[in-house]
């Protein structure tokens, strides 16, 4: 069964450090591995994805992604935080099934 | 590309009530999901339909959840009766063929139940 961790509640960050918000993942086969975010009353916003290749992936926003294969982890990065990344952050994965399963969500808090 | 529309965008019903809430996909798409959003459960993938069939139902609660899809432009999710734990925020998400393919999501359907 495919399933995703997101370790932390909530993130606390300054604004103009850098950011990053945790997630595992337990996959059978090969992980096809995303992160949304979704900001009050709205749905989930597609932020970026990992297929394969190069493990950096970049995605919206001036997010991106590193994947570690031999950690399973998929950490969602940023280098200088602004306040309107202030959001709910969700990774997840995506299995053979087609089934996205997401994880249980990160509040990314940025202080001015 | 106007994205995933849901319809309505808040419910109020009565314990007992029946309820509709709507999902127009992505044209082009061929798979679309309902996921409902609680402060409890997080989200909850539900059901979800290949080609407009039910390809897995596991996530439906109880037999008093039933999802269709007449056609690749319409989902309707429906609810009888409905009670106050169905209190919830419920999307609809479309994607292309393809577990590389991202999820598209709608604004969601927020569900009050009394």
């Known amino acids: 069964a495919q399933s995703v961790a997101q370790p932390e509640d909530q993130v606390n960050v300054a604004e103009g450090n850098p950011l990053t918000v945790k997630c595992t993942y337990s996959v059978s086969g090969n992980p096809y591995l995303f992160w949304y975010v979704q900001y009050p009353n709205r749905g989930l916003q597609f932020l970026l994805k990992y297929i394969t290749g190069d493990n950096l992936v970049k995605g919206s926003y001036g997010f991106e992604a590193e994947f570690n294969k031999s950690q399973t982890s998929f950490h969602l990065k940023k280098p200088s935080a602004l306040v309107s990344d202030s959001a709910l952050y969700f990774c997840a994965v995506r299995g053979t099934t087609n089934k996205l399963i997401f994880g249980t969500g990160t509040l990314l808090a940025v202080q001015p | 590309d106007a994205g995933v529309i849901q319809s309505p965008r808040h419910e109020v019903t009565e314990m007992g009530q029946e309820v509709t809430l709507r999902c127009k996909p992505i044209?082009?798409?061929?798979?679309l999901f309902w996921y409902r959003q609680t402060m409890m459960r997080g989200l909850e993938l539900l059901i979800y339909f290949n080609n407009n069939v039910p390809i897995d139902d596991s996530g439906m609660p109880e037999d008093r959840f039933s999802a269709k899809m007449p056609n690749a432009s319409f989902s309707t999710l429906k609810i009888q009766p409905s009670e106050p734990r169905d209190s919830a925020v419920y999307f609809c998400?479309?994607?292309?063929?393809?577990?590389?393919?991202?999820?598209?999501f709608g604004n969601g359907t927020r569900l009050t139940v009394t």
């Open positions: 998400a479309s994607s292309l063929v393809g577990s590389n393919s991202p999820l598209h």
């Open positions: 044209s082009g798409h061929d798979y």
